[in-house]
């Protein structure tokens, strides 16, 4: 079984950084892609980032130049640097890993930005 922990969620004010962590254990096949995902109350969940085992990296337009992901292969490890936060970035952020048309969701961990 494939499981997701994520931490470094929190509040934080405008202009401020908060980096979050996501750890993938289990049988996890090697190639896999490894992102996040946030959903603010009332708005559908949206890709922030997303990384290959490669090192390919997308992102969204609006964290373009803010944020940056990177990934740890040897530990199963995900990371989201966040800085220049803004209070539109206030959501939930999801982990998701996909490999071998699998797909695995962490619990969200809540980031907030206050004005």
């Known amino acids: 079984q494939v499981q997701l922990v994520e931490s470094g969620g929190g509040l934080v004010q405008a202009g401020g950084s908060l980096r979050l962590s996501c750890a993938a254990s289990g049988s996890i096949f090697s190639i896999n892609t490894m992102g996040w995902y946030r959903q603010a109350p009332g708005q559908q969940r949206e890709l922030v980032a997303r990384?290959?085992?490669?090192?390919?990296?997308n992102y969204a337009d609006s964290v373009k130049g803010r944020f940056t992901i990177s990934r740890d292969n040897a530990k199963n490890t995900v990371y989201l640097q966040m800085t220049s936060l803004k209070p539109e970035d206030t959501a939930v952020y999801y982990c998701?890993?996909?490999?071998?048309?699998?797909?695995?969701w962490g619990q969200g961990t809540q980031v907030t930005v206050s004005s």
């Open positions: 998701r890993l996909v490999f071998s048309q699998r797909d695995y």
């Open positions: 990384i290959s085992s490669g090192g390919s990296t």
